[in-house]
């Protein structure tokens, strides 16, 4: 018998139940929630008369919505009334089924994927889910972790388990190791760009290879982050001494005995030798170039030497004519260089890239320099915690006098849910992981990069 | 949630240069601004907001369910990778507050796919040619399709059948309207087994909170 994926072994020992269809119920160890996306599950379960069957496994942070300023202020200080509506909706339904939550201005508040690694809530082996899409950011540590639909929390709250079918296994190999200067960011972008934005649909990904293991715990959140702008339900890391470095100490990490006893178990935690991908990529560490996107799609990506591509340049029509709504939306000309496009706006933040390390990577570029005239650039750490790391190693100071905006934890303008939007029209080069049309206000566009490129372009006033 | 069988109704294509439009994500079929409701209904004034409306806020009259011919259209029919992006389920939601039970593609994101299981709206995949000739034949009115859940097969205006493949427990599930949480809670007593187990093996996580 072929061994099994690290997804196998973390389906298989979350097994509840199959029934004759092939659906399954897979209990969930961690069910991170915010106020986007729960209230309607929560007025389901008060319908239906039913509670939260785990509070324990459940919490809340409020992100999405949240202002990036005068956060002291409170809830009160909200003053989108539909915003400020969601956020006590959220607070109400936490107080009466009793979840630990996080609010707004708590030090330990923030975006829920930078939060859950961050108390150490997010571990090894288990499975997380979340209503957002990007919950697969958390497979960086070896948990199975993806994003579900409003009805499927309501699911969760009651049952605590999830009904699901298995998905098939990917395994992305990166061979080698990433140039000098080259980031997570830029392999993530890169991989899309290859495997196309539908390349992941029915299928977890398992990143490979010693490009991988040389990885941050912060740049395998990166790259895990963005999976699921592959396509992919999930994405996945095998834990190794980087991860249990990272988790040892923080407040949820299981302590003195059972610290033992749980990394015995998390080093199990690998695909076996023999065990069988349904699809295999290869991908060359030192091929990887600074990476960004010219287009709408994350898989309209090209290395930062590169030339903005013509409709005329693919070959499959449907390509064509996306490159060419792409292009009319952008106000870009194909057969030009991506380098020099000058930039209005600048956000370095979102679950992508707002932990310590995207902050350390933008002050280094910072330092010293200023933002050019008529770019308005904004930091935005990923949580309350990073905000007071960054500062107490001065990066705020370098930010601000450099001409930076020096914001407070939250989602902010990576989905523009709260006032920090673009303009329409204005140009941004963003940390974030969509360049969607509208996503960051109304014909606003959207150049993903890494917090480096991000910083470059702030102080240039151009991408380069 | 609404049980879905058969449905007899227009379509509205979704069409970029004539072609049935690849990519349509989350953000495109809802934008944010729409997400924050604390209610299920009332979304489709959000639906394709940006598509359908001009910078002024005014409605642009070329978008297809603005055209009074598809206004009361049952039936999308868009290009690849419909529903890509954010998991929001507000972009469902909408497309039922709208009237649309169904939605033509040659494939689904994944979060989205199931989104529409959860609320009572197929997802119909048939082949790239396939979508074309029927996003060609959608010509509002009295172009009549029928997509008939039970025997898996769409009926275009012109006659012509298509069958299409479906996961026999969702198609079960769609078709009885399940309550998926009750249906779920009939295993109650495999999770709590799960669990003790769970307690036994992997005491840290019992703690983890």
Same mark, same amino acid.
């Given at each position: ?11 298989? &020992? ?19 929630? *915010? ?31 949240? +202002? ?8 009160? $200080? ?76 309501? *699911? ?42 539908? $390349? ?10 010693? @490009? ?19 396509? !992919? ?77 013509? +409709? ?7 390509? !064509?004519?996306?490159?060419?709504? @792409? ?33 350390? !990577? ?20 990923? &949580? ?7 500062? &107490? ?61 991000? !910083? ?9 | ?47 394709? *907001? ?28 868009? $290009? ?9 389920? *507000? ?15 040659? &494939? ?31 010509? $509002? ?69």
């Amino acid at each position: 018998m072929a061994g099994k994926t690290l997804y196998d072994k973390i389906w298989d &020992s979350h097994l509840v139940h199959t029934d004759e269809s092939g659906e399954s119920l897979l209990y969930i160890d961690l069910h991170l929630i *915010h106020e986007v996306t729960t209230p309607q599950a929560f007025a389901g379960l008060k319908a239906a008369g039913r509670g939260v069957r785990r509070r324990d496994l459940t919490l809340a942070v409020a992100d999405h919505n949240t +202002p990036t300023e005068n956060q002291a202020a409170g809830l009160a $200080g909200v003053t989108d009334p539909d915003a400020r509506n969601q956020l006590e909706t959220l607070t109400r339904n936490v107080a009466e089924y009793d979840i630990e939550y996080f609010p707004m201005g708590d030090i330990r508040n923030g975006i829920v994927h930078v939060v859950g690694p961050e108390q150490g809530r997010t571990q090894p082996g288990m499975t997380i889910v979340c209503g957002d899409s990007h919950t697969s950011t958390h497979g960086a540590f070896g948990a199975l972790a993806h994003g579900i639909g409003t009805s499927e929390v309501e *699911h969760v709250l009651a049952t605590q388990t999830l009904r699901a079918r298995k998905s098939k296994n990917m395994a992305i190999q990166v061979s080698g190791s990433l140039k000098e200067g080259v980031t997570a960011k830029d392999l993530a972008l890169h991989i899309i760009s290859v495997i196309g934005t539908a $390349g992941g649909t029915g299928y977890v990904m398992e990143y490979r290879g010693d @490009a991988i293991r040389n990885l941050s715990m912060e740049g395998r959140m990166t790259l895990c982050n963005l999976a699921i702008e592959g396509g !992919a339900r999930a994405g996945l890391v095998a834990p190794d001494e980087t991860t249990f470095e990272y988790i040892k100490g923080r407040p949820a990490a299981p302590k003195g005995g059972a610290w033992d006893v749980a990394k015995s178990f998390w080093t199990t935690l690998y695909s076996d030798d023999d065990a069988v991908f349904d699809e295999i990529v290869h991908i060359k560490g030192e091929e990887v170039e600074p990476t960004l996107t010219w287009g709408t799609s994350p898989e309209q990506a090209i290395p930062l030497s590169g030339i903005i591509p013509k +409709p005329e340049d693919f070959s499959d029509p449907v390509k !064509a004519a996306a490159c060419e709504r @792409a292009l009319a939306y952008m106000g870009l000309e194909g057969g030009t260089p991506i380098k020099g496009t000058p930039v209005q706006r600048v956000f370095i933040g979102s679950c992508t890239n707002s932990r310590i390390e995207d902050l350390r !990577a933008a002050a280094e570029v910072a330092k010293g320099n200023t933002v050019a005239e008529g770019v308005r650039a904004m930091v935005v750490p990923g &949580s309350g915690l990073v905000r007071a790391q960054a500062e &107490s190693e001065g990066l705020d100071e370098i930010f601000l006098e450099a001409g930076f905006e020096w914001r407070e934890p939250g989602c902010s303008m990576c989905l523009g849910m709260n006032p920090d939007t673009l303009a329409p029209g204005e140009r941004c080069a963003s940390t974030s992981n969509r360049n969607f049309e509208g996503r960051q206000g109304r014909d606003g566009r959207t150049h993903l990069m890494s917090p480096t490129l991000a !910083a470059r372009a702030a102080i240039q006033g151009v991408i380069g | 949630m609404k049980a879905f069988t058969q449905l007899t109704g227009t379509a509205a294509p979704l069409l970029e240069k004539g072609k049935p439009m690849s990519n349509v994500d989350t953000d495109m079929i809802i934008p944010k601004q729409f997400l924050k409701t604390t209610e299920r209904t009332g979304l489709s004034k959000g639906l394709f *907001h940006e598509l359908k409306t001009l910078s002024d806020g005014s409605s642009r009259p070329d978008f297809v369910l603005n055209r009074p011919e598809y206004a009361t259209a049952s039936i999308l029919i868009a $290009g690849e990778n419909f529903g890509c992006g954010s998991s929001r389920e *507000h972009a469902p939601w909408a497309l039922l507050d709208q009237g649309i039970t169904c939605v033509i593609a040659p &494939s689904f994101a994944d979060i989205f796919h199931n989104n529409c299981y959860k609320n009572g709206i197929l997802p119909v995949r048939l082949p790239v040619d396939v979508c074309q000739k029927l996003a060609d034949q959608a010509g $509002g009115s009295n172009h009549v399709f029928t997509v008939n859940l039970e025997a898996q097969i769409v009926t275009g205006p012109d006659g012509e059948i298509y069958a299409f493949e479906v996961d026999a427990g969702r198609k079960s599930n769609l078709m009885a309207g399940l309550d998926e949480i009750g249906s779920s809670l009939t295993a109650a007593g495999e999770i709590d087994t799960f669990e003790a187990q769970r307690r036994v093996s992997m005491p840290w996580l019992e703690k983890a909170s």
